[in-house]
Structures are given as structure tokens and as C-alpha cells.
Nanobody, 115 residues
Framework: QVRLVESGGGLVQAGGSLRLSCAAS????????LGWYRQAPGKQRELVAQ???????NYADSVKDRFTISRDLLKNAVYLQMNSLNPEDTAVYYC?????????WGQGTQVTVSS
């Protein structure tokens, strides 16, 4: 059974940094597309960053040059380094992994950025 567990969220002041982690079990992160998404209150879930099978990356325009997605094959985990945070980044952040045709999701971790 595939399970994703996010951690690293919290409360941070504007301009600060956080590093989100997502530990995977029941599947390997190697050779799979991984992603970070976020959902703010009253808004739809949106893509933040993706890392592809060949480690190519893709970012939402709003987080380019501030966020970095990476994976650690030994730890079977994916990370999201978030710098220069602003209040608009406040949301629940979810990691995802695509296994075949199915996408699995974690339970999410709250990120709150105060002004």
C-alpha cells in the first residue's frame, strides 16, 4: 500500500524559509513523477512544483526562483525548499506520486506565512 507522509510545515514570518519533506512507503520514488501541490482556503488545489522521471523540474510561475523540489532516492523522499516566503504562500501543501495511471496523495502539511 502506497503511503506518503508530509512534514516540515509551520508558521513562519514573511521572508523566511521552510523545508517540506515527504516520506514515501509502499513504492519507490525512483523513476516516478513526484509533485508538490497546495490548496489555500476557498481555492482549488494548484501545482507548485514537479520533478519528472529524468529529474526535470517544473514550477508554478508564482514560486519560480524561490522554491526548489528535489528527491532523495536513498531516503525514498521528496523535498520542497521554500525561500522568501510571503503570505500568499499560506496553504496546505500536499505531495504526490504517480504510480502507473494512479496518483497518490499525502495528508498535507499546513504552511502559514505571517506578514
Amino acid at each position: 500500500q502506497v503511503r506518503l507522509v508530509e512534514s516540515g510545515g509551520g508558521l513562519v514570518q514573511a521572508g523566511g524559509s521552510l523545508r517540506l519533506s515527504c516520506a514515501a512507503s509502499g513504492t519507490t520514488t525512483s523513476g516516478k513523477a513526484l509533485g508538490w501541490y497546495r490548496q489555500a482556503p476557498g481555492k482549488q488545489r494548484e501545482l507548485v512544483a514537479q520533478i519528472g522521471i529524468g529529474d526535470s523540474t517544473n514550477y508554478a510561475d508564482s514560486v519560480k526562483d524561490r522554491f526548489t523540489i528535489s528527491r532523495d532516492l536513498l531516503k525514498n523522499a521528496v523535498y520542497l525548499q521554500m525561500n522568501s516566503l510571503n503570505p500568499e504562500d499560506t496553504a496546505v501543501y500536499y505531495c504526490s506520486v504517480k504510480v502507473g495511471w494512479y496518483t497518490y496523495w499525502g495528508q498535507g502539511t499546513q504552511v502559514t506565512v505571517s506578514s
